[in-house]
T-cell receptor, first 116, second 113 residues
């Protein structure tokens, strides 16, 4: 089966600019996650969707970050405006079922963002 | 707040050496535990997981991990590493009815041939 797709793979922007990342999960996966991974740290969850509803966005900096999954399939994460500290790899992951804490997550390749 | 500690940030071994990577978590309730691996240039992928039953869990590529509830630990082991095990290893935990996983900061393993 095809894996989780993300684009772009790399993005370089200047601070205060806007940027958007796209994720297409594995077909049929109900749950979609966006993570931020800063160099030298583990992934930190930003937002979790189940179908097209938000399950948890408590760690999403909502003054500048937004995410949507309008049709319960692919998702977009946006940063507006970007700050230097947003430089990180943004990972998308999906799980086959919602409501299962022991679900394995399948990760995409990530988007490496550099903010200058 | 739940936290996950991986004490070894960088580990360098020779082939055939034994490996043990530490993982400790702070949450005291029912937990689900995972080890993920990221090989150079590849995606994060699941190595093994524990959610109930036998506390000794076997994963892919000869890896295993033991859940010791009294020590809040879930250490990863492999008796004899190979050069191809060079990768970043992440421990992750969720629990208490929350599906939100908390990841450790990762351990970079380099295996010399």
């Amino acid at each position: 089966e095809a894996g989780v797709a993300q684009s772009p793979r790399y993005k370089i922007i200047e601070k205060r600019q806007s940027v958007a990342f796209w994720c297409n999960p594995i077909s049929g996966h109900a749950t979609l996650y966006w993570y931020q991974q800063i160099l030298g740290q583990g992934p930190k969850l930003l937002i979790q969707f189940q179908n097209n509803g938000v399950v948890d966005d408590s760690q999403l900096p909502k003054d500048r970050f937004s995410a949507e999954r309008l049709k319960g399939v692919d998702s977009t994460l946006k940063i507006q405006p970007a700050k230097l500290e947003d430089s990180a790899v943004y990972l998308c992951a999906s799980s086959p079922r919602g409501g299962q804490a022991y679900n394995e997550q399948f990760f995409g390749p990530g988007t490496r963002l550099t903010v200058l | 707040a739940q936290s996950v500690s991986q004490h070894n940030h960088h580990v360098i071994l020779s082939e055939a050496a034994s490996l043990e990577l530490g993982c400790n978590y702070s949450y005291g309730g029912t937990v689900n535990l995972f080890w993920y691996v990221q090989y150079p240039g590849q995606h994060l992928q699941l190595l093994l997981k524990y959610f109930s039953g036998d506390p000794l869990v076997k994963g892919i590529k000869g890896f295993e991990a033991e859940f010791i509830k009294s020590k809040f630990s879930f250490n990863l082991r492999k008796p004899s590493v190979q050069w191809s095990d060079t990768a970043e290893y992440f421990c992750a935990v969720n629990g208490g009815g929350s599906y939100i996983p908390t990841f450790g900061r990762g351990t970079s393993l380099i295996v010399h041939p």
